[in-house]
């Protein structure tokens, strides 16, 4: 896990919150020059905190070691009331309305099984859900990407 200091974390999140900032940006939002701001962001880029693209966080730098996939079966009459209540949850990543087996899928992390686990309850207590199937994932071996789609849509130079 990286050592991150306060000004690192807090870069973390304006980054997240806002991908094209650029540094006088950051700097000028947390109160620190320029050349702090930079030296930070390159800090965190060379411990792998953020990816090449300068605004993927790699939470597993972060202490968030376990990532898991659930399928969720929901009440469809509680569908609504379901999402707004993984929304609070702040280990979900993402969250997608499916077909097929199940009715929601749902992304978490947690830093432990044990973080997962009291997660993981947290979302059976959410009014509308049936059950929950959880598999974990154990190697990232192709992060999300876009940039092979963009390249075929990028005609070849001449």
């Not at 306060?6 to 109160?31: C, H, K, N, T, Y």
């Not at 050349?35 to 300068?54: E, K, M």
């Not at 966080?57 to 379901?82: C, K, M, P, W």
Request: hydrophobic share 40%; with cysteine; glycine share 6%.
């Amino acid at each position: 896990m990286a050592n991150l200091d306060p000004l690192d974390r807090r870069l973390l999140l304006e980054l997240v919150r806002d991908p094209r900032a650029q540094i006088s940006d950051l700097s000028e939002r947390l109160g620190v020059a320029r050349n702090t701001a930079q030296a930070h962001v390159r800090h965190l880029l060379r411990a792998g905190v953020i990816r090449r693209s300068g605004r993927d966080v790699d939470l597993s730098q972060l202490g968030y070691d376990v990532q898991a996939f659930i399928t969720i079966e929901v009440n469809h009459r509680e569908l609504d009331g379901v999402i707004a209540g993984l929304r609070t949850l702040p280990q979900v990543l993402e969250v997608h309305e499916i077909s097929g087996r199940g009715d929601v899928w749902c992304r978490m992390t947690a830093t432990d099984t044990q973080q997962l686990q009291q997660a993981l309850r947290s979302v059976l207590r959410i009014k509308g859900v049936i059950r929950t199937e959880t598999v974990l994932a154990l190697h990232e071996h192709i992060p999300y990407r876009t940039e092979p789609l963009l390249e075929k849509l990028v005609p070849p130079a001449e």
